[in-house]
């Protein structure tokens, strides 16, 4: 009868120390998980900072309408622009929107010269490398723009002609990553923006001009029966707000006002503003 109770007051203390170990054991790896938390929000404070200093920096193209472009008055608007503005307004900072060098936005970004790059920016598996994104808000596609005379309806018709793209943009990527087609083609040139590229289209001193569907329809609206959009494209993408890598709690933040906006109704009026209708993507 002693050696049962001396064999069950052993076991009941083998298990009482192992429930222990394992409470421990627990307890640590529920304190390394809020200490990896916490060193984690004291390393982003990417939010609070743009709101401890009042301004949100919108870095931008400044001809690259609808997105982002100055009106007859020189003022900088666009839907991008209206979209950034409500954005500020319900984070509670004042918007300033700064024009830079397109080729140079992610040095301009990464510098902190600005805190957004925010202006009809294709989201791009190279782009992911360099910056974070925001959820995708419309979606676009890079299409051949030519003179409406033109018999160029492909991307093979664009063989042994002379073609033009903006200066870092997607347009410039996407047609770089089509092999046979930047293969075939008599010369590549490269401009700042793209209200030049289309004059030249125009004055013939080249062939075609990829640029983004959503600006071309939007030059074209603005000069009927000059320019045509050929049947064959580059391939659908998604335009989204560019952000410093690690700047996770502002990236979340604008993404929940972009839903609000969403959902409220906000961000449809303005698509309605720019383009007629909602385009907006959900």
Same mark, same amino acid.
């Given at each position: 009868?002693?050696?049962?109770?001396?064999?069950?007051?052993?076991?009941?203390?083998?298990?009482?120390?192992?429930?222990?170990?394992?409470?421990?054991?627990?307890?640590?790896?529920?304190?390394?998980?809020?200490?990896?938390?916490?060193?984690?929000?004291?390393?982003?404070?990417?939010?609070?900072?743009?709101?401890?200093?009042?301004?949100?920096?919108?870095?931008?193209?400044?001809?690259?309408?609808?997105?982002?472009?100055?009106?007859?008055?020189?003022?900088?608007?666009?839907?991008?622009?209206?979209?950034?503005?409500?954005?500020?307004k319900r984070m509670g900072v004042e918007l300033k929107v700064q024009p830079?060098?397109?080729?140079?936005?992610?040095?301009?970004?990464?510098?902190?010269?600005?805190?957004?790059?925010?202006?009809?920016?294709?989201?791009?598996?190279?782009?992911?490398?360099?910056?974070?994104?925001?959820?995708?808000?419309?979606?676009?596609?890079?299409?051949?723009?030519?003179?409406?005379?033109?018999?160029?309806?492909?991307?093979?018709?664009?063989?042994?002609?002379?073609?033009?793209?903006?200066?870092?943009?997607?347009?410039?990527?996407?047609?770089?990553?089509?092999?046979?087609?930047?293969?075939? =083609?008599?010369?590549?040139?490269?401009?700042?923006?793209?209200?030049?590229?289309?004059?030249?289209?125009?004055?013939?001193?080249?062939?075609?001009?990829? =640029?983004?569907?959503?600006?071309?329809?939007?030059?074209?609206?603005?000069?009927?029966?000059?320019?045509?959009?050929?049947k064959e494209d580059f391939g659908k993408e998604g335009y989204a707000i560019?952000?410093?890598?690690?700047?996770?709690?502002?990236?979340?933040?604008?993404d929940k006002i972009l839903d609000e906006m969403k959902k409220d109704g906000?961000?449809?009026?303005?698509?309605?503003?720019?383009?007629?209708?909602?385009?907006?993507?959900?």
């Amino acid at each position: 009868m002693k050696k049962k109770i001396m064999f069950l007051f052993i076991t009941v203390m083998m298990f009482s120390i192992l429930l222990s170990g394992c409470g421990k054991e627990v307890a640590k790896v529920d304190n390394q998980s809020e200490q990896q938390t916490k060193i984690s929000e004291e390393k982003d404070k990417s939010l609070e900072a743009i709101k401890k200093k009042g301004v949100l920096v919108l870095g931008l193209d400044d001809s690259f309408p609808p997105m982002g472009f100055r009106d007859e008055k020189g003022e900088i608007v666009g839907f991008d622009i209206d979209l950034a503005k409500e954005v500020a307004k319900r984070m509670g900072v004042e918007l300033k929107v700064q024009p830079i060098d397109w080729d140079g936005k992610v040095l301009s970004l990464n510098n902190k010269d600005i805190d957004v790059i925010w202006n009809g920016l294709t989201v791009t598996e190279e782009r992911k490398k360099q910056i974070g994104f925001s959820k995708v808000y419309l979606e676009n596609k890079q299409v051949i723009v030519v003179k409406s005379d033109s018999d160029i309806e492909t991307k093979k018709d664009l063989a042994k002609k002379i073609v033009a793209v903006q200066l870092g943009s997607s347009g410039e990527d996407a047609l770089n990553a089509d092999t046979d087609t930047i293969n075939a =083609i008599k010369e590549l040139v490269k401009f700042s923006n793209y209200t030049e590229a289309l004059l030249d289209l125009k004055a013939g001193r080249v062939d075609a001009v990829v =640029i983004d569907e959503i600006v071309a329809r939007y030059y074209m609206s603005k000069r009927q029966g000059e320019y045509k959009v050929a049947k064959e494209d580059f391939g659908k993408e998604g335009y989204a707000i560019g952000f410093r890598k690690g700047d996770t709690a502002f990236i979340d933040e604008v993404d929940k006002i972009l839903d609000e906006m969403k959902k409220d109704g906000t961000a449809a009026k303005i698509s309605q503003k720019w383009f007629g209708k909602d385009i907006v993507a959900k």
